[in-house]
């Protein structure tokens, strides 16, 4: 009894403390949660916006519209620039929380803000971004979280932050962004303004086996690659040449399988460099050159809705 009776008045204290820096971002089915981060300042997913000034509805009831400060599309974060009114915003923890520590998640979804318990069942948990860019190293964890929970903060036994709240895994499962070095220092490029952009093909990618399908059906021979199943207009791999139908097999002198080894050869490219491409289109092979150096920023309207572009 000894031991309930001190964790529950660990969660009391917790939802006391900490609940005033949640807020609710957005309204209805397809709103979210957020934490104030610093004076003015609240972070949420980038999955939760709809357009570049959503409602951010406080733990008290005020309610108020925020603007988008700095966003990182493919890392699933943004920053709102808002007026927080005094509320303190919530301390970082030093350390991540190790298997098997206790965690909780709070969320404001509905009424005052929401406490659950849990503990964390894995350390490095992979998942995908809103434009299906691969993210890892995710906090995955058994705390119940309720629809409109993403965005919200993962907190350590003491009330510190320890992770974001992202996706939701199933069969009781959740991941957070893990409140690490790399995510203060994203953090503090978005309250900056500087919003994070990672090259983009601008191309859909059919899955690798209707690829393999297609290429029989026609009468084509089989060939390991991946099948673009639509392009973006105005996008690098327009101006490129690339088209529907084109079966991108190699990138950077790398062989291109499935869509995260594509990932991993945008990822190490700098911003404005070009990037060599075999497209086979037919029996015919070619190279094509595409260049970043006019790629329009990240903007933060519902664009991952319309299915992973890479």
């Known amino acids: 009894m000894a031991v309930l009776d001190e964790l529950q ?3 009391a204290r917790v939802a006391q403390a900490g609940g005033p820096a ?4 957005g309204g209805g089915w397809r709103g979210g949660s957020g934490v104030v981060v610093g004076t003015g300042y609240v972070l949420t ?3 939760n916006l709809r357009n570049d000034s959503p409602t951010v509805t406080f733990a008290d009831g005020r309610r108020t519209e925020a603007r988008v400060q700095g966003l990182d599309l493919d890392g699933d974060l943004a920053v709102l620039a808002v007026d927080t009114a005094g509320v303190k915003a919530l301390e970082w923890s030093e350390e991540l929380p190790e298997l098997g520590s206790p965690v909780l998640a709070v969320a404001l979804n509905g009424g005052g803000p929401r406490v659950t318990f849990g503990t964390i069942s894995s350390v490095a948990q992979g998942f995908r971004g809103p434009r299906g860019r691969p993210i890892s190293g995710g906090l995955e964890h058994t705390a ?3 629809p ?3 965005g919200g903060p993962l907190l350590d036994i003491a009330g510190r932050l320890a992770g974001i709240n992202t996706n939701r ?5 959740y991941v957070a962004l893990p409140a690490d070095e790399g995510l203060r220092h994203r953090v503090a490029a978005l309250q900056r303004g500087e919003s994070i952009e990672r090259p983009r093909l601008g191309v859909a990618i059919a899955p690798e086996r209707a690829a393999m399908r297609l290429r029989r059906a026609v009468g084509l021979p ?3 690659g991946l099948l673009v199943r639509a392009v973006e207009e105005g996008s690098p791999a327009e101006r490129a040449g690339i088209e529907e139908g084109d079966l991108m097999v190699a990138a950077a002198g790398r062989p291109l399988a499935n869509a995260d080894e594509l990932y991993a050869v945008l990822g190490g490219l700098e911003l404005g460099a070009d990037l060599e491409i075999l497209v086979v289109r037919g029996t015919t092979e070619r190279t094509v050159q595409v260049g970043f ?3 329009p920023a990240d903007q933060p309207a519902a664009e991952a809705d319309s299915g992973p572009l890479h």
Do not use: T
Request: glycine share 14%; hydrophobic share 40%; net charge negative.
């Open 45 to 47: 997913n980038a999955h």
């Open 9 to 11: 008045a660990s969660i």
């Open 148 to 150: 409109g929970s993403s």
């Open 22 to 25: 949640v807020v609710r971002v």
């Open 293 to 295: 150096a006019d790629e």
């Open 169 to 173: 895994l199933g069969g009781g499962f």
């Open 144 to 146: 119940p979280l309720a």
């Open 222 to 224: 089989e060939r390991d």
